[in-house]
Structure formats: structure tokens, C-alpha cells
């Protein structure tokens, strides 16, 4: 795909915006998390933290023009996903029978994941044929 490299790198980049707003909000005990933790409980740690080391190394991997650079980045990509997707599992989960007011953030960060998984996996290949 012509474009997917700059899809790829403006979803990692909306998934560090969508880390800095409100994710789920708990009315017990008034609590917002966004994905950088909470500030008033601290059990929640900071849900985007394992993006924010590995967004970078992907964005790089999207503007290095080399083959090795194209087979990595599918890798960070899935683990991308999948720390995403863990996150979304955790923090919109019912506990004790209390449900958190989950923010559209919360889906967009999600969402963005998933179109970088997408786009690691449709780079724009110029193959030399040998002859």
C-alpha cells in the first residue's frame, strides 16, 4: 500500500493523544484514569506506558526503507496490539459488581492500535527482480 507507512505513523501518534485523556472514570471511589495512570489510586499503574517505548521504535522502523526494517515492525506492531488490547480488557472490566463509565478514548486508543497492526503489515515493497 502506497500510503502506509504515514497511516501507521498518525495512528501511533493518536494513540499517544488518546493516552492523555480520560479513559474510564470509577464513581466509588472518584477515580479518572487516563492511560498515563490515575491521580488519586495508584492500582492502576499506567496502562500506556509499554506503548510509549515501543510507538517510537515502530514510527522509526516505518520511515527506515530497508527489509529488515519491514519484517520487525510487524512484530512491534502485534505486540502493540496486544498490550492495547489488554488494556481495554482490564480497565473496562466490571469489578464487585461496579461497572467504570468507560470514554471514547478509551475505543479511539484501541482503534488506532489496530490500524497500526494493519498498516505493519502492508508496507510498500520496491522488489529488484534479478535477471
Given amino acids: 500500500m502506497k500510503y502506509s507507512n504515514y497511516i501507521g505513523i498518525l ?3 493518536l494513540m499517544l493523544l488518546a493516552s492523555k485523556f480520560t479513559w474510564i472514570y ?3 471511589i472518584n477515580a479518572v484514569v487516563t492511560g498515563f495512570g490515575s491521580a488519586s489510586v495508584t492500582k492502576f499503574g499506567q496502562p500506556a506506558l509499554m506503548n510509549l517505548i515501543i510507538i517510537p521504535i ?9 527489509l529488515w ?15 492495547a ?23 479511539i486508543y484501541f482503534a488506532a492500535s489496530f490500524v497500526l497492526m494493519i498498516m505493519t503489515l502492508l508496507p510498500d515493497l520496491k522488489i529488484k527482480e534479478k535477471q
Fill in 58 to 66: 515502530s514510527i522509526l522502523l516505518f520511515l527506515i526503507p530497508r
Fill in 69 to 83: 526494517a519491514k519484517r520487525i515492525n510487524p512484530f512491534l506492531g502485534a505486540l502493540n496490539f496486544a498490550w
Fill in 26 to 28: 470509577i464513581p466509588s
Fill in 85 to 107: 488490547f489488554r488494556n481495554v480488557l482490564l480497565l473496562s472490566t466490571c469489578r464487585n459488581g461496579e461497572c467504570p463509565v468507560t470514554h471514547s478514548w478509551l475505543y
Fill in 11 to 13: 495512528a501511533a501518534l
